[in-house]
């Protein structure tokens, strides 16, 4: 019975007849045997009777406690159709009722009730091969707010992406939540709320409660280990960067993952304006860790081009909750991660003034709140940019700033568009445009398949540099005249693979790696690494 109920050995009706008989399982199936190809099929089957995206999130969970290899060459094969029913935008509703959906563990609950006995908590884990984790405490979800334990399904969902954009294994993958409380009053009312019921630990007990969690993760499953930082919230998410970025091997996806790509489609971006990018000016809406991010990296990419990062930064204007961030605000509100981009210049509160004072090249809206990207807007852009790029990467789909219809048709099909989570392509004057998803998944899964292949020691901010420069020099001249600035998914493991590779070359020539001496070819050693999820006979080996 264990190769039927164990998910990771279940092959369901593909076990072949001799399989059955020699494993003792003939008579528990029925006497059809069927290809992995033709199981794909009747779940591609049966998502498509399903009407609600959140039931087939549900259906799809239940495959992946049945049958892993199945649930991954599914997702792998089909990766437009079904990363949007694991990952965003569905992720974030399974996220909100994850009380009625928690079926079996995939992951770790790690409560700061369990403070002074991590170690122990992580122990029991059955798997001590752990390459990868990425972790929570919930404050943050999306663009959705604090959702406390019930933000696993954040994890969770990046987890897979792992495994079936990239090729890690799902045993070296493992996804934690820390449960330090919620300020959710909604949750904390709920009586199908999975996590504690009480505030939010804040202060010197949370700072030494994630410095025993990361302590433990290297005791548990090594010094390389990737710890990946998950929707923390603004507060806590670039001072746990800094603090652990030297100590361990570790990024936070919203920053630097976010960061990347949209850096990456930045630069596929000016391809199509034919405008340098030390010479474009950038206006983010927001001012959060995903803008402060990639403003941060786009500084560093400007300085590599020729000009200095106070040059660069000249360029990278913010707009936040009280407006444009310039020095001496009345309003206030600059903290240490704005401060380098505050301008000397007049306060300004309204978007559409904002984009008259500054005329940039590229609105960035990274501030999760819908639709501020109107009519207005993107004519005014479209006035002053021949091509004007409009980035509406906010998260769920009801917080981006725009959708694809609206950012062509009201450039009349001049914007060169990218956003967060999917649009379908748009039909404008005879033309169909697609639109670029810039989803963290063109990055994090190969960051994360660099450093299990190369065991990287730290994962320093040019490594995200290089995945940017990677992945934008992988879009082709076809995927470029169809208005796309990423790569069509259905290529992404191609993508994935690449960009670990140019990831290691540049390990194995800085000293980041630990594996000596460097390999003769580096594809072949990723190539090693990588998760297939074919089905492999079940039965033993004879000689």
């Known amino acids: 019975m264990e190769n039927i109920l164990n998910s990771k050995l279940n092959k369901g009706l593909a076990y072949s007849i001799e399989e059955r008989q020699r494993l003792g399982i003939q008579g528990l199936l029925p006497p059809c045997v069927q290809s992995q190809k033709d199981q794909e099929r009747l779940v591609l089957d049966n998502l498509k009777r399903i009407k609600e995206d959140i ?100 994890p969770v969902g990046k987890l897979a992406l792992y495994t079936a954009l990239a090729g890690v294994k799902p045993d070296q993958c493992l996804p934690v939540t820390l449960d330090v409380g919620t300020n959710n009053e909604v949750f904390l009312n709920d009586p199908n709320y999975i996590g504690l019921r009480q505030k939010r630990v804040t202060g010197k007990d949370y700072d030494e409660f994630i410095d025993e969690f990361i302590t433990a993760v290297k005791t548990r499953f090594g010094s390389t280990c990737l710890i990946q930082f998950e929707d923390f919230h603004n507060s806590n998410a670039f001072r746990l960067l800094d603090k652990y970025r030297e100590k361990a091997s570790t990024f936070n996806d919203d920053i630097q993952g976010t960061a990347s790509v949209a850096l990456s489609g930045l630069l596929t971006a000016v391809k199509m304006t034919n405008i340098a990018l030390k010479d474009c000016v950038f206006l983010f809406y927001g001012a959060g860790e995903a803008a402060i991010g990639t403003a941060d990296l786009i500084t560093f990419a400007m300085s590599q081009k020729g000009i200095t990062e106070e040059e660069a930064r000249k ?27 505050a301008k000397e210049a007049k306060p300004i509160k309204s978007l559409s003034e904002a984009i008259d004072f500054v005329k940039p090249t ?32 906010s998260n769920p789909t009801s917080k981006a700033e725009c959708t694809a219809q609206e950012a062509y048709t009201f450039s009349k099909g001049k914007a060169v568009f990218a956003s967060g989570s999917p649009f379908d392509p748009v039909e404008y004057d005879g033309k169909t445009f697609h639109p670029g998803q810039g989803n963290n998944c063109y990055i994090f899964p190969a ?43 259905n290529r992404i493991q191609r993508v994935s693979f690449k960009i670990a590779v140019d990831i290691g070359k540049y390990a194995f020539e800085h000293d980041l790696s630990n594996i000596y001496p460097k390999p003769d070819s580096i594809e072949n050693l990723v190539k090693q690494v990588i998760y297939d999820p074919a089905y492999s006979s079940a039965l033993k080996t004879t000689w």
């Open 55 to 154: 039931d087939k999130y549900i259906y799809l969970m239940h495959l992946l406690d049945r049958n892993e290899r199945l649930f991954y060459k599914v997702l792998s094969s089909n990766v437009e159709e079904i990363m949007p029913l694991v990952y965003t935008p569905t992720v974030g509703e399974a996220c909100i009722k994850y009380g009625f959906i928690f079926n079996q563990p995939k992951g770790m609950f790690i409560s700061i009730k369990d403070k002074g006995h991590i170690l122990d908590v992580l122990s029991n884990w059955p798997s001590r091969q752990v390459k990868v984790i990425c972790v929570t405490d919930g404050e943050r979800i999306l663009g959705l707010g604090d959702l406390g334990a019930q933000g696993m399904g954040i």
């Open 315 to 341: 360029k990278i204007w913010l707009f936040d909750s009280k407006g444009l961030v310039v020095k001496n605000r009345p309003e206030g509100g600059i903290n240490h991660e704005k401060m380098p981009f």
């Open 362 to 393: 590229a609105i960035i809206g990274a501030a999760a709140q819908g639709r501020k990207f109107n009519e207005e807007i993107i004519n005014k852009m479209s006035s002053f940019n021949k091509r004007p790029i409009i980035f509406a990467l």
């Open 447 to 489: 960051v994360g398949l660099a450093a299990v292949a190369f065991d990287l020691k730290h994962i320093p901010e040019k490594l995200f540099l290089i995945a940017a420069e990677s992945l934008s020099n992988q879009v082709t001249e076809q995927e470029l005249d169809e208005g796309r600035v990423y790569p069509n998914l």
